[in-house]
């Protein structure tokens, strides 16, 4: 049992045993990162699908959207506003960018940790 202040999944800090982007937020695993604050950090994807591919993760460990409660509602805000942040860093604001939140199968979600992805830098095609 680790005793750390990040012992519990419900702390800052990530902390869930075998959660790839908890050992990311913890800086167990390297990760090049472009944002951080109290509750995100942001870093790209490791397989970008996109000239900018960035992942901003909630550093609390959350499945997916559906596990938000009212706690989150600075989290959920601060995503999208680190989002224009980001953006604006790499120069995708004018041109454009998508930002996606993939849930559970249909979804297409691999990693069960909440995260988002900001991509850019090139035309998207149309999806919705
Ligand atoms: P999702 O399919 O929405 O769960 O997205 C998971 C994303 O995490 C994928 O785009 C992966 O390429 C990315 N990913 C997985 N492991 C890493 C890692 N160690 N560093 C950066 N990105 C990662
Ligand atoms: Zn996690």
Redesign the pocket.
């Known amino acids: 049992m680790r005793l750390s202040p990040h012992f519990s999944h419900h702390e800052k800090g990530g902390g869930m045993k075998g959660c790839?982007?908890c050992k990311?937020v913890d800086k167990e695993?390297v990760?090049?990162i472009v944002y951080e604050d109290d509750d995100l950090i942001a870093?790209?994807?490791?397989?970008?699908?996109a000239p900018v591919?960035i992942?901003l993760v909630s550093k609390k460990h959350i499945e997916n959207i559906l596990g938000m409660t009212d706690e989150d509602a600075k989290l959920a805000a601060g995503l999208l506003f680190a989002a224009n942040e980001i953006a604006k860093k790499f120069n995708i604001d004018k041109s454009g960018f998508r930002l996606?939140?993939?849930c559970n199968s249909d979804?297409?979600?691999?990693?069960?940790h909440l995260?988002a992805?900001l991509i850019g830098g090139a035309p998207l095609g149309k999806m919705c």
């Open positions: 790839i982007f990311i695993i990760s090049k870093f790209h994807d490791i397989n970008p699908l591919h992942l996606i939140i993939n979804g297409g979600q691999e990693v069960f995260h992805h």
